[in-house]
């Protein structure tokens, strides 16, 4: 099975701290992403990976930085936390799969984090 | 641009019934993939469905079935045989060839099953 670990479920931040989110998956995937939940929003998009020290802007990234130096590991960085980014934080992982039925590049989800940001 | 609308943002079913959770999507690449996921209250994200836009045939999983309707832009998940374990979030996805490797999701519904 595919596993998505997610560093913290809950963390407790003060405004203007760095934070630092760590998600590592087993499976080999080449992709990797960061998504926040909001009530009524939705997922939207961090930023993605689709390989080791590659990274691309999601829909919302200000505010945010990652890190990928080992193909298992995506980390999440708050360079300085605000109270509009509490929110719940989901790392996911998948396959380098094309659209339109080739395989299904389907999202393996982490636990998720929820950062309260104080 | 490409978009995902959910416009239910809460849904009631009696239990042991059938119930549909909309979706529309909107992208101008013939080459895109439909998703649902389910979310239950503990949190986790569990995939249930795909849906390929060359797939001639309605993507069926167990008891979950995608409605597809390519000329109305729809992705309609059906859950027959409602269960109680069934009350969660479900949020319907896309992700396209021309998007790259973006899945973008829409807002969600809830669903409730009553006993």
């Known amino acids: 099975d595919v596993k998505v670990t997610q560093s913290s479920r809950y963390l407790v931040k003060r405004t203007g701290e760095k934070v630092f989110l760590e998600c590592v998956q087993d499976?080999?995937?080449?992709?990797m992403f960061w998504y926040r939940q909001d009530p009524g929003l939705g997922l939207r998009l961090i930023y993605f990976?689709?390989?080791?020290?590659?990274?691309e802007k999601g829909d919302i990234p200000e505010g945010y930085s990652v890190s990928r130096e080992k193909k298992e590991r995506f980390s999440l960085i708050l360079e300085s936390a605000s109270t509009n980014q509490t929110s719940m934080y989901l790392c996911?992982?998948?396959?380098?799969?094309?659209?339109?039925?080739?395989?299904?590049?389907?999202?393996?989800f982490g636990e998720g984090s929820r950062l309260t940001v104080l | 641009a490409q978009k995902i609308t959910q416009t239910q943002p809460g849904m009631f079913v009696q239990e042991k019934e059938a119930v549909t959770l909309d979706c529309t999507y909107d992208?101008?690449?013939?080459?895109?993939?439909l998703f649902w996921y389910k979310q239950p209250s503990s949190g986790e994200m569990i995939f249930l469905i795909y849906?390929?836009?060359?797939?001639?045939q309605n993507a069926t999983e167990g008891r979950y079935s995608l409605n597809f309707q390519k000329a109305r832009k729809s992705a309609n998940l059906v859950i027959s045989a409602s269960q109680l374990g069934d009350s969660a979030m479900y949020f319907c996805?896309?992700?396209?060839?021309?998007?790259?490797?973006?899945?973008?999701f829409g807002a969600g519904t809830r669903l409730f099953v009553k006993a």
């Open positions: 990976s689709y390989d080791v020290k590659m990274k």
């Open positions: 849906q390929g836009s060359y797939d001639q």
């Open positions: 996805a896309m992700r396209s060839l021309a998007g790259g490797f973006k899945t973008i």
């Open positions: 992208t101008s690449d013939p080459s895109y993939g």
């Open positions: 499976m080999d995937h080449e992709n």
């Open positions: 996911a992982s998948s396959i380098l799969g094309l659209a339109g039925g080739l395989d299904t590049g389907e999202l393996f």
